[in-house]
């Protein structure tokens, strides 16, 4: 299958720091991306809805200047949590869509730890 | 947002039984896909199900769709241990972002 990577896998930084979390598909050109948040023993929440060349969709709640959202290419979509703090200590996982396919496919996630 | 809900919320099984875990969604879908996803790790993807199927099977999983009542069901059977872990549920509409369902926890002890 189709494979998506995330970098980096955990990350743990100090509250008020930015952090930047990429997502890549590896073989296969993705116009459309997505970021879900998992909280410990909850399931995994849409963030946004990241497009190609284009601003990315937010849902409900989630504040688009703090989680700026930059798809620049067709294999490539970043995350990046600003003045982070320890609530947003997440699980971020994202994924790719084929549009051959219609089919999603996920990144392994990235564990984000904020002191 | 959601979708709808998993039930039960958890789920605690000897090895070798069945375990049957059901999911109910709110709004029309195009599929819908089950997921597993063991502790702190990411998700594994099992089975969709098209919209104009009732039932489909995949080794030991057999997955039910009944649209008029917008629910599913995952049936895993002759379960074993390594089959402890998270289940999910997530719809999608053409074209959407995959919505899931909370989940159940299912642990299976030997």
């Known amino acids: 299958g189709a494979v998506v990577s995330q970098h980096p896998s955990w990350v743990i930084c100090k509250s008020g720091t930015s952090v930047k979390i990429e997502c890549r598909s590896l073989d296969f050109q993705a116009t459309t991306m997505f970021w879900y948040r998992q909280f410990p023993k909850q399931s995994l929440m849409l963030m946004a809805t990241?497009?190609?060349?284009?601003?990315?969709?937010?849902e409900q709640g989630v504040e688009k200047d703090k989680f700026l959202i930059n798809h620049a290419s067709l294999t490539l979509s970043t995350l990046t949590v600003t003045s982070a703090h320890p609530e947003d200590s997440s699980f971020y996982i994202c994924?790719?869509?084929?549009?051959?396919?219609?089919?999603?496919?996920f990144g392994p996630g990235t564990r984000l730890t904020v002191l | 947002s959601q979708q709808g809900e998993e039930d039960p919320q958890a789920l605690s099984i000897q090895e070798g039984e069945n375990a049957t875990m059901n999911c109910s969604y709110k709004?029309?879908?195009?599929?819908l896909q089950w997921y597993r996803q063991n502790s702190g790790r990411g998700l594994v993807h099992l089975i969709l199900i098209r919209s104009n199927e009732r039932e489909k099977h995949s080794g030991r999983l057999r997955v039910t769709l009944d649209t008029s009542k917008k629910s599913s069901s995952l049936l895993i059977t002759a379960s074993r241990a390594a089959d402890t872990a998270s289940y999910f549920c997530a719809t999608s509409q053409a074209g959407t972002a995959l919505i899931f369902g909370k989940g159940t926890t299912l642990s299976v002890s030997s």
């Open positions: 994924s790719a869509r084929n549009w051959n396919t219609d089919t999603q496919y």
């Open positions: 709004t029309s879908i195009n599929n």
């Open positions: 990241s497009n190609e060349g284009s601003k990315a969709t937010y």
